[in-house]
C-alpha cells in the first residue's frame, strides 16, 4: 500500500520554486528598467531650446553634421531617418527649388537644409507669416558643410510661403 501525502506536504515544495522564480523575474524586470532608465537618461535632451523633427537620410554626412551642430547650439533635436525625404518634401508641399538633403520642422515652420541655428531661433520669435526658411544650394560655409565642399562665399537663408514665393531672410 502507498502512502498518501497530506496536500500541506506538497504546497510547501511548491512555495520555494515559485518563490525562487518570482525572484528570478523580479531580477529580470528590475535589469530592464535599469537599462531603460539608462537609455532615456542618455537620449533625452539636456538641452531647453527648441524642440526640431528632422527628417533626413541616414547616409547623408551634412545632414547628420547639421543635426549635430544644432544639438551644439542648444536645440532638443528628433531625428527620424527616413529613406524617402523627398516624399516628405511633396506631402509638406515644399517647392522643388527650396528642397534640401534634409527637412525639419520646428514650431509649425518647415527648415529645408542646413540653416544656422540663429535664423531659426529668429523666425521663431518673429513667426513671419511664412511656411519656413530654406537654403539656396549648398553653401560651403553653411552649418554642418566643414570639409564636405559646396559653393563657396556667401550664402542667403530664404523665407519662403505657401505659395512658393520667397524673400530674402538672412546673409551670411
Known sequence: MSTIKPPGNRSRRRRPRVHR????????????????????????????????????????????????????QGFRVQVRYEPY?????????????LRGEQTALVDGYIVEGNVPADDIRRLIAEQPHARGLALLGTPARAPGMKDLGGTPGAYKTVLFDRRGSIGVFATH
Open 85 to 97: 525625404v523627398q516624399a516628405m518634401h511633396d506631402y509638406l508641399h515644399v517647392p522643388a527649388a
Open 21 to 72: 522564480q518570482l525572484t528570478i523575474i523580479a531580477v529580470i524586470a528590475g535589469a530592464f528598467a535599469l537599462a531603460a532608465t539608462a537609455l532615456l537618461t542618455e537620449s533625452a535632451p539636456a538641452a531647453h531650446g527648441p524642440q526640431i523633427l528632422v527628417y533626413a537620410e541616414s547616409d547623408v554626412l551634412a545632414s547628420s553634421a547639421w543635426i549635430q551642430y544644432l544639438r551644439e
